[in-house]
């Protein structure tokens, strides 16, 4: 945990700035677009193991798994990477993500995405607070298409109902910026929003989030698509 009474206030000015800059951008660009509206369920499960024969290791390694079912088909997505601790509060990740979207009514329409991706992970906590900031760089290969690059933020925060407690409010906002256009269709700058809301239970290294994240995605001919989707996520943390 992060001890620095200096380092806390950074990271939780950046949680604000990061949340903030979200809705700002959500509203400016729903006032000027119509939307619609769906909704999916999203599951997941995320897996964070030390190097097991060196406990002291700086070295980690991540993987997530995650399927989310549509109206008209399922994407699924397996997302491995090894990271460096350089305290017990930052860390740094690079790694690999395979996405597929696979359509319930043509096989065709099937899109396959391969990502290299490298993040840097702020975390720290006070009092009954726990807290991360993360910011990820990612690049994107399709086949047939020239390669893209996306930027991410992401700020968490998590609640315990009372000192010590397994149960806690938990929240996050994450925003996607294109960078550049693709050669898909989709547009350079805002690309989609991500807000969380839920309860999240911890016993020992495992811990369950289950809540709601509401999805703003812009779409190629820049009208807004808003998800509602129910989430069921498992945290393994070794």
Same mark, same amino acid.
């Given at each position: 945990?992060?001890?620095?009474?200096?380092?806390?206030?950074?990271?939780?000015?950046?949680?604000?700035?990061?949340?903030?800059?979200?809705?700002?951008?959500?509203?400016?660009?729903?006032?000027?677009?119509?939307?619609?509206?769906?909704?999916?369920?999203?599951?997941?499960?995320?897996?964070?193991?030390?190097?097991?024969?060196?406990?002291?290791?700086?070295?980690?390694?991540?993987?997530?798994?995650?399927?989310?079912?549509?109206?008209?088909?399922?994407?699924?997505?397996?997302?491995?990477?090894?990271?460096?601790?350089?305290?017990?509060?930052?860390?740094?990740?690079?790694?690999?993500?395979?996405?597929?979207?696979?359509?319930?009514?043509?096989?065709?329409?099937?899109?396959?995405?391969?990502?290299?991706?490298?993040?840097?992970?702020?975390?720290?906590?006070?009092?009954?607070?726990?807290?991360?900031?993360?910011?990820?760089?990612?690049?994107?290969?399709?086949?047939?298409?020239?390669?893209?690059?996306?930027?991410?933020?992401?700020?968490?925060?998590?609640? $315990?109902?009372?000192? &010590? @407690?397994?149960?806690?409010? =938990?929240?996050?906002?994450?925003?996607? %910026?294109?960078?550049? *256009?693709? +050669?898909?269709?989709?547009?350079?700058?805002?690309?989609?929003?991500?807000?969380?809301?839920?309860? $999240?239970?911890?016993? &020992? @290294?495992?811990?369950?989030? =289950?809540?709601?994240?509401?999805?703003? %995605?812009?779409?190629? *001919?820049? +009208?807004?698509?808003?998800?509602?989707?129910?989430?069921?996520?498992?945290?393994?943390?070794?």
């Amino acid at each position: 945990l992060v001890r620095s009474r200096g380092l806390g206030d950074v990271y939780k000015r950046q949680v604000v700035a990061s949340a903030l800059l979200a809705l700002a951008v959500v509203l400016s660009t729903s006032r000027s677009h119509a939307a619609a509206r769906e909704s999916q369920l999203w599951t997941g499960l995320f897996l964070t193991a030390k190097d097991p024969r060196d406990a002291a290791s700086p070295w980690s390694m991540w993987l997530d798994a995650q399927a989310r079912r549509g109206p008209s088909g399922t994407t699924a997505l397996l997302r491995p990477a090894l990271g460096y601790r350089f305290s017990p509060g930052f860390s740094l990740w690079a790694g690999y993500a395979w996405v597929g979207a696979f359509a319930d009514s043509d096989e065709t329409s099937d899109v396959f995405e391969h990502r290299a991706w490298q993040q840097a992970l702020f975390a720290g906590a006070e009092g009954q607070l726990t807290y991360q900031f993360r910011p990820r760089l990612e690049q994107r290969f399709r086949d047939d298409e020239t390669p893209a690059l996306r930027a991410r933020m992401l700020a968490r925060a998590n609640v $315990a109902l009372w000192p &010590g @407690a397994p149960l806690a409010v =938990a929240s996050w906002d994450e925003v996607f %910026v294109a960078v550049g *256009d693709t +050669s898909w269709g989709a547009p350079s700058g805002f690309d989609q929003n991500r807000l969380f809301l839920g309860l $999240a239970y911890t016993q &020992g @290294a495992v811990r369950i989030e =289950a809540g709601y994240v509401g999805t703003t %995605v812009r779409r190629k *001919d820049d +009208s807004l698509l808003h998800q509602h989707n129910p989430t069921l996520w498992l945290f393994f943390n070794y």
